[in-house]
């Protein structure tokens, strides 16, 4: 969808084709274009056809270069989609400056872009071409911070739900969430890239007050980086300590599991040993075999219950000396006789 807007007063104005002010700066906003749309801005405008497919390529980092009479510029801004399996992602914006006309060109539709047209930014001139483009990154800027927030609270709520039961779902939604953050990261680095070509080229005629405006969006971008690096970080450290927390629960479980088998190992030996050709215990006792079976069994263990019990009381009591006083009263036995040896020794030497 391609729409044409002229700033009347401060205000944008959206404003068709044929109604056009030839005098005043032309802002053309095509988002979510279509393939014939493309083609009418590439033949309208002289666009090269390189240019164009960089500006549709997902993957196109951010730069500056000059083109065949315009001057291109590629920037990337944060976009959210709640149906996506990335919820927040970045795409490239191609902004296209040809003499009183500037073109902003995005394959999918961008939060961006539609705040100016709903006049949400302050101090947005579109009689200064350069202020444009630096409102445009600033604004990018805000919506990364905000967005990066979120993702902050949402990566908060889904830690609060896994405390109480790990789910597929809401580790894959931790994962989402830390691939946005690394394309947030990579998204910034381009932008400081930009922003740091824009204040050194002479493509773009920059005044003081440009370049100070510059620099403050400088400032926000870093910030933004910062803590996209945090945040990734401290994703990253959570999906570890999880993985390490869902690993002992593994090992858990199969550590239970071996108990039973091995429990379960000692009746099977039983049966398939005695289901050979090898005469049964208490086989001529007929059909009293298994009321002896049982009876043994419940007088071995009420009789291995009352030993361990009775050995238990005995403890507590303190009725059983510890082996440690016996060896000091060994010792305290030697040490008599060493002494009454040496007495004798001293009395035969006196007489």
């Known amino acids: 969808m391609i729409t044409y807007w002229q700033q009347i007063n401060g205000q944008f104005i959206k404003v068709k084709k044929d109604k056009l002010d030839s005098n005043n700066p032309l802002w053309i906003d095509a988002r979510s274009v279509t393939r014939d749309e493309t083609n009418d801005l590439q033949q309208e405008y002289s666009i090269e056809q390189d240019h164009m497919l960089d500006i549709l390529d997902p ?173 990734s970080s401290i994703l990253f450290g959570v999906m570890d300590a999880y993985s390490s927390v869902i690993s002992n629960n593994m090992n858990v479980v199969m550590k239970k599991l071996s108990v039973i088998s091995l429990v379960m190992m000692v009746p099977t030996f039983i049966t398939s040993f005695f289901g050979m050709n090898f005469p049964l215990p208490f086989e001529s006792f007929g059909r009293y075999a298994v009321v002896i079976v049982f009876a043994v069994c419940l007088l071995s263990i009420f009789i291995g219950a009352w030993i361990f019990n009775f050995k238990k009381t005995e403890i507590d009591l303190g009725v059983k000396k510890p082996k440690k006083s016996r060896r000091i009263s060994r010792k305290q036995r030697r040490d008599l006789r060493k002494e009454k040896k040496a007495l004798k020794r001293q009395e035969n030497k006196i007489r």
Do not use: H
């Open 59 to 231: 993957d196109e980092l951010s730069r500056i270069e000059e083109g065949e009479g315009y001057i291109l510029l590629i920037v990337r801004v944060p976009v959210f989609d709640p149906s996506a399996e990335v919820p927040y992602f970045t795409v490239p914006i191609g902004i296209i400056i040809k003499n009183k006309v500037i073109i902003t060109i995005c394959w999918t539709d961008s939060e961006v872009i539609k705040d100016f047209g709903a006049n949400r930014v302050k101090n947005a001139r579109l009689n200064d071409f350069p202020s444009f483009i630096v409102q445009i990154i600033n604004r990018c800027d805000t919506n990364f911070l905000r967005y990066l927030k979120e993702i902050n609270r949402r990566s908060t709520g889904i830690q609060s739900e896994m405390k109480l039961e790990i789910e597929n779902k809401e580790i894959i939604q931790l994962l989402g969430l830390e691939k946005s953050l690394v394309f947030f990261t990579t998204s910034l680095k381009s932008n400081q890239l930009l922003l740091e070509k824009m204040s050194r080229t002479r493509l773009l005629k920059l005044d003081e007050e440009d370049l100070d405006l510059i620099d403050d969006v400088k400032i926000d971008n870093r910030q933004a980086i910062e803590m996209a690096d945090t945040y």
